[in-house]
């Protein structure tokens, strides 16, 4: 069985883009009320008094957009000085980067991915909701934030990709080829139907195996001796300095290997991605007094219980989607 150590910790539901595959114009989205987040200090109390105890030393912190809040860099202190802490990331859309990405650094961040679905700017435009204003493009101000957090030293560096078809599906060559002369790492994702019914309905998804095969055909493609511990399946162009990675939920599923859990912004343990049996409202139950050696059974429990919980999103041939966006889950 897998060994669930690894905490998704979503510092925020709100974000500063729109993208229409996460949180698409129409939809009407309750945000967390400033009060219902969790604070920097019950989220220290969780991580030191549950999760650490219940086995937990690898987390991420993502959202929404974890940037927009004001304690991050206080927060990432704080989680990296936990000496039980053995790994701690960051997934970010990047645009708020190039500000933050030093102190972050100094805060103890060293593993960040970032989002980064076009290298043109009117399509960035598009699939992030945005209009730019002012002499620097929205997609200007990600690949400055890209850059300086290159240069700031973090290792490994990883961009993501989500490939909505017929939006950013021609781009796949040249955004692969971004891993050739530097240690970027490119994850494709594959496009899924959570929160963004009428976009999946119309532009459908693409597999990672076809994306491979056009990176066959261009460059060449082969199984990269590093093998990563989440759910991508790493390759790499022949000689490229970068790796690309393929998170295949779609066509693949790997539900059998999945090794985390998800706490969302307002304090909701959530053991799968895709269902909501079995979650915990811990922030309810701290701000109740409800005794943290209780909760910490509970969530020990609840580790032993997740491979049931685990959805199959393939077998379950249930790609209707589902109502809440990844921002709100915590992606
Ligand atoms: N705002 C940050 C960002 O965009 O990187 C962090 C949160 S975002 C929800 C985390 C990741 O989920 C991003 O890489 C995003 O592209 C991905 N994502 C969001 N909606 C998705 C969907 N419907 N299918 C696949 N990936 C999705
Ligand atoms: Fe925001 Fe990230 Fe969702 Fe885009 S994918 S809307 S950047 S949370």
Not at 285 to 305: F, N, P, S, Y
Request: proline content about 3%; aromatic content about 8%.
């Amino acid at each position: 069985m897998n060994r669930i150590d690894y905490l998704r910790i979503s510092l925020i539901d709100r974000c500063n883009f729109r993208c229409t595959y996460c949180m698409p114009e129409d939809a009407e989205i309750d945000y967390v009320l400033k009060q219902d987040l969790l604070t920097q200090a019950e989220l220290l109390t969780l991580l030191r008094q549950v999760f650490i105890p219940a086995g937990f030393t690898r987390f991420r912190l993502t959202g929404g957009e974890p940037l927009i809040r004001s304690d991050v860099v206080d927060i990432v202190a704080a989680i990296a000085a936990l000496p039980e802490t053995q790994d701690l990331s960051m997934t970010t859309n990047g645009f708020l980067l190039a500000d933050k990405a030093q102190d972050l650094y100094d805060a103890g961040l060293r593993r960040v991915n970032i989002s980064l679905d076009s290298l043109d700017a009117a399509t960035f435009d598009q699939l992030i909701g945005r209009r730019s204003s002012g002499t620097k493009t929205n997609w200007d101000k990600v690949w400055s934030g890209i850059q300086t957090a290159y240069a700031v030293g973090f290792n490994p560096l990883k961009l993501n990709v989500v490939v909505v078809p017929g939006v950013n599906d021609r781009e796949i060559l040249d955004l692969a080829a971004l891993s050739i002369d530097r240690e970027w790492h490119i994850r494709f994702i594959e496009f899924m139907p959570i929160g963004n019914g009428a976009l999946f309905e119309k532009s459908g998804w693409i597999s990672s195996e076809s994306l491979r095969g056009q990176i066959r055909e261009r460059y060449g493609i082969e199984e990269s001796s590093i093998t990563g511990n989440g759910p991508a399946d790493i390759f790499k162009i022949p000689s490229a300095m970068g790796t690309l990675g393929f998170i295949s939920q779609m066509s693949e599923c790997f539900c059998d290997r999945c090794n985390r859990m998800r706490l969302s912004a307002d304090g909701m343990l959530r053991p799968c991605l895709l269902n909501e049996t079995g979650q915990i409202d811990l922030k309810t139950e701290l701000r109740q007094g409800t005794d943290l050696a209780e909760l910490r059974d509970r969530v020990i429990k609840l580790v032993e219980w997740k491979p049931e919980i685990n959805y199959k999103l393939r077998d379950s041939g249930n790609a209707q989607g589902y109502a809440r966006s990844m921002s709100q889950i915590g992606g």
